[in-house]
């Protein structure tokens, strides 16, 4: 959805476009009771949410749905349930013995909205097992990622103090870790 939303930013002008991410912002995930990712709200300049759309669409379904809020002709309807906590397993892959091994995690969503890919790199990310090798180092932040078909391109901020990185074996845990989610290969940008 962010190159539709790009693509509707430059068309409407008057359209403020604003992305955020359902497991950082937890918060206004919560407050505006978003159930699945993507969900693109329109809100009005009093933080009124006019509607809302779940799930990808393309951006000229995007543009029939402006002009229909804009003409009145479709509005919000449905009153969405507050989201809850839930406890979610994943399973991750890390090193052990030089060889890469699964390890079941738990994640406590504290939005309920499910991201399992998303999710599961996360958790990989910052696993810190004891008596396993984590490729990745302390602090690295997951800064976007994008899923082509089989591909993952993964944005990784890496502190700055690292100096050695293994980004072969930090790879193979990637595309092992979401190989159960269709990827087969993975690109990797390190900042």
Same mark, same amino acid.
């Given at each position: 959805? !962010? ?7 430059l068309? %409407?002008?008057?359209?403020?476009? &604003?992305? *955020?991410?359902? $497991? ?22 009093k !933080? %009124?949410?006019?509607y809302?759309? &779940?799930?990808?669409? &393309?951006?000229?379904? =995007?543009? #029939? /749905? /402006?002009?229909? /809020? ?19 397993? @994943?399973? /991750?892959?890390? @090193?052990?013995? #030089? ?7 738990? @994640?406590?969503?504290k ?5 399992p890919?998303?999710?599961?790199? #996360?958790?990989?990310? +910052?696993?810190?097992? &004891?008596g ?6 302390? !602090? ?7 899923? %082509? !078909?089989?591909l993952?391109?993964?944005?990784? +901020?890496?502190?700055?103090q690292?100096? $050695?990185?293994?980004?072969?074996? =930090? *790879? ?7 190989? *159960? ?11």
């Amino acid at each position: 959805m !962010g190159t539709v939303l790009r693509e509707l930013a430059l068309s %409407h002008p008057q359209i403020k476009v &604003e992305t *955020k991410y359902i $497991d950082v912002m937890i918060e206004e995930t919560n407050l505006f009771r978003i159930k699945e990712n993507p969900t693109t709200l329109f809100i009005n300049d009093k !933080g %009124h949410e006019l509607y809302r759309v &779940e799930g990808f669409k &393309e951006t000229n379904e =995007m543009t #029939q /749905i /402006i002009d229909r /809020i804009n003409s009145g002709e479709i509005f919000l309807q449905t009153q969405y349930e507050e989201n809850s906590t839930t406890i979610e397993k @994943y399973e /991750i892959f890390l @090193y052990q013995n #030089q060889e890469l091994v699964p390890c079941e995690v738990s @994640y406590e969503n504290k939005s309920s909205v499910k991201a399992p890919r998303i999710t599961a790199i #996360q958790q990989l990310i +910052k696993a810190n097992l &004891e008596g396993f090798y984590n490729p990745f180092p302390p !602090g690295t932040r997951l800064e976007l990622i994008e899923f %082509h !078909g089989s591909l993952a391109r993964v944005f990784l +901020k890496i502190p700055e103090q690292v100096k $050695d990185l293994n980004e072969s074996l =930090m *790879k193979e845990a990637l595309r092992k870790t979401l190989q *159960k989610f269709g990827v087969s290969d993975v690109e990797l940008e390190l900042k």
